[in-house]
């Protein structure tokens, strides 16, 4: 069974780098599109980006400035970076699995469990 | 970006009841949409994909359909464990969107 665990500080200072890590366990990892995804508390759900096992990335125009998303496949896992941060960016980030970026396939079968970053001096 | 509008954005219902929620994309996307339920505290969860696509394990009381612009998502009979929020979420084009979710109450 596929399981993607995300991990990293709870607690950024504004204008610092948001940095977080997914750990994906329990199956094959090639062949995928690796995203994040973040929801901000009571609020809906923005799609920050992808990287595919090309090494390919995508990111969403209204964060494309500030995010890098980064993988290295001889740990299992895939980083994101979102600089400059501010209180808007306070958010549960999740990482999600998917097979292709767009069309058939392109829905999230897997995601983490999610966990909250907030940004505060 | 494509707009997902879902409606309503919340809902009272009762255990037994028949439910029905619509999302509407703001340009044609195919079958490309995708509807996930997310309880308090947890991860969305695959539901529906390619809008009326079963995921494995998901109860038949779920079902999806539409095409193009216009999608419902429906629940047969509402269980007590169906009380949670549900997004739709188009996969045609980057970026992907979400709709802004329906709170499903009792």
């Known amino acids: 069974q596929v399981q993607l665990q995300e991990s990293g500080p709870g607690l950024v200072k504004p204008s610092e780098t948001l940095s977080l890590t997914c750990t994906v366990s329990?199956?094959?990892?090639?062949?995928?599109?690796w995203n994040w995804i973040r929801q901000p508390p009571g609020g809906g759900l923005e799609w920050i980006g992808y990287?595919?096992?090309?090494?390919?990335?995508n990111y969403n125009p209204s964060l494309k400035s500030r995010v890098t998303i980064s993988v290295d496949t001889s740990k299992n896992q895939f980083s994101l970076n979102l600089k400059s941060v501010t209180a808007a960016d306070t958010a549960v980030y999740y990482c999600a699995r998917a097979v292709r970026g767009t069309g058939p396939d392109a829905e999230f079968h897997h995601w983490g469990q999610g966990t909250l970053v907030t940004v505060s001096s | 970006d494509i707009q997902m509008t879902q409606s309503p954005s919340s809902l009272s219902a009762s255990v037994g009841d028949r439910v029905t929620i619509t999302c509407q994309a703001s340009q044609d996307i195919g079958h490309f949409l995708n509807w996930y339920q997310q309880r308090p505290g947890k991860a969305p969860k695959l539901l529906i994909y390619d809008a009326s696509i079963l995921e494995s394990g998901v109860p038949s009381r779920f079902s999806g359909g539409g095409s193009g612009t216009d999608f419902t998502f429906s629940i047969s009979s509402l269980q007590a464990e169906d009380f949670a929020t549900y997004f739709c979420q188009q996969s045609n084009n980057l970026p992907v969107t979400f709709g802004q979710g329906t709170r499903l109450e009792i």
């Open positions: 329990g199956g094959p990892n090639n062949r995928y599109y």
């Open positions: 990287i595919n096992y090309r090494g390919t990335t």
